[in-house]
T-cell receptor
Framework: KQEVTQIPAALSVPEGENLVLNCSFT??????LQWFRQDPGKGLTSLLLIQSSQREQTSGRLNASLDKSSGRSTLYIAASQPGDSATYLCAVSPRGLGNAGGTSYGKLTFGQGTILTVHP | EAGVVQSPRYKIIEKKQPVAFWCNPISGHNTLYWYLQNLGQGPELLIR????????DSQLPKDRFSAERLKGVDSTLKIQPAELGDSAVYLC?????????????FGPGTRLTVL
């Protein structure tokens, strides 16, 4: 059974700092890994998706890396801003492009999230 | 492009009452998911639809939960009767197809409180 762990559970930093959020997973047979952002009382916003064949993805100040063999991903946020304050969740999807009709395909397993606070 | 739409956004009911949640996925997305999110936890999959077919409902408590996706577009999740432990956020998500690498897009969720 896939298990996803995120460290730290909470992080508070001053504005302008570069920071790293960590995600680890127990089963390396993944199809992709997604990072999401969740604001209080809101749904999830997809930030980055890394396919299993990729090492990293970048979007603006965000960079996500994937080391499938070690079961790790990191989300790097450069020059943090108060507007970055939210809960960040990572989720993995099991390998299944060749098993698209199978029951496990598409099932995202989430970590518990990292609560990020960026103070002015 | 409109995102995933869910209604209602909030629902408060007494235990043993029925409740229903509605979801309209992004236009053209064949796959629809219902997730349950407890406070302080990541979402957990309840059911996945490919068009109108439920292909993974292994996590759905079938004694009280039911879902349908008529015509393979919008979907309804129902709880009858609701229990105190059902208080949570119910999230709907959709994805295009396998070629899109299963990137899932989420709606705002329905926050259910059972008294």
């Amino acid at each position: 059974k896939q298990e996803v762990t995120q460290i730290p559970a909470a992080l508070s930093v001053p504005e302008g700092e570069n920071l790293v959020l960590n995600c680890s997973f127990t089963d390396s047979a993944i199809y992709n890994l997604q990072w999401f952002r969740q604001d209080p009382g809101k749904g999830l916003t997809s930030l980055l998706l890394i396919q299993s064949s990729q090492r990293e993805q970048t979007s603006g100040r965000l960079n996500a890396s994937l080391d499938k063999s070690s079961g790790r991903s990191t989300l790097y946020i450069a020059a943090s801003q108060p507007g970055d304050s939210a809960t960040y969740l990572c989720a993995v999807s099991p390998r299944g492009l060749g098993n698209a009709g199978g029951t496990s395909y598409g099932k995202l397993t989430f970590g518990q999230g990292t609560i990020l606070t960026v103070h002015p | 492009e409109a995102g995933v739409v869910q209604s209602p956004r909030y629902k408060i009911i007494e235990k043993k009452q029925p409740v229903a949640f509605w979801c309209n996925p992004i236009s053209g997305h064949n796959t629809l998911y219902w997730y349950l999110q407890n406070l302080g936890q990541g979402p957990e999959l309840l059911i996945r639809y490919e068009n109108e077919e439920a292909v993974d409902d292994s996590q759905l408590p079938k004694d009280r939960f039911s879902a349908e996706r008529l015509k393979g577009v919008d979907s309804t999740l129902k709880i009858q009767p609701a229990e105190l432990g059902d208080s949570a956020v119910y999230l709907c998500a959709s994805s295009l197809d396998p070629a899109s690498y299963n990137e899932q897009f989420f709606g705002p969720g329905t926050r259910l409180t059972v008294l």
